[in-house]
């Protein structure tokens, strides 16, 4: 009877671990961002111009790299509007109330493309340093994501952040209404 309820338990605990929320995924203790944005009538080649041209333009990012069907960069002193959001300042995630630092990789394909953000971290003033995604937002030596009420209200709030950051349909919008 014991070993059964242990197995029962274990299993349970198995299944409630968390190693994906929302966009957010733990990949080998890092945790990542990824979302598929979809478009209509666009082949790879002219996407991955048009989303240079009309996104890209206005984010200030380092270390540009173009490849067929790849483009990846850093982007620096990133701020989330987590007022936006629904967010209080000394009400919200600390990690979301500063700027942060992080690696974006973006892949292109007919009709679709994929954000994928990684190395994310916030640089506070000194003495305090850097605070890596990575850590605040997991427990258990990085296997799965915190439950925190604060930290998951601070990740959609990020999410949505991205999510807005890296749309095509809007920026096209934004570009359209003169």
């Not at 890092?30 to 080649?45: L, S």
């Not at 973006?106 to 190395?119: A, E, G, L, P, W």
């Not at 506070?124 to 990085?142: C, D, E, H, M, Y």
Request: positive net charge; charged residues 20%; proline residues 2%.
């Amino acid at each position: 009877m014991k070993k059964v309820l242990f197995l029962i338990v274990l299993v349970s605990s198995i299944g409630y671990s968390q190693t994906q929320i929302s966009g957010f995924k733990l990949v080998d203790k890092k945790v990542k961002w990824q979302h598929v944005f979809e478009v209509t009538n666009y082949p790879a080649d002219s996407l991955q111009q048009i989303f240079i041209t009309n996104v890209l333009s206005k984010i200030n990012t380092n270390n540009l790299n173009e490849l067929p069907h790849r483009v990846t960069f850093t982007i620096n002193n990133d701020e989330v509007d987590f007022r936006k959001y629904g967010g209080k300042w000394g009400n919200t995630w600390l990690f979301v109330e500063y700027a942060l630092n992080y690696f974006v990789i973006i892949d292109f394909k007919d009709n679709k493309y994929r954000v994928t953000c990684s190395d994310v971290k916030t640089v506070f003033i000194p003495p305090l340093g850097v605070f890596k995604l990575n850590n605040t937002a997991t427990k258990k030596r990085q296997t799965i994501f915190t439950t925190n009420k604060t930290v998951l209200r601070g990740l959609s709030y990020l999410e949505k952040h991205l999510k807005g950051k890296f749309n095509l349909k809007t920026a096209l919008k934004e570009n359209n209404n003169w």
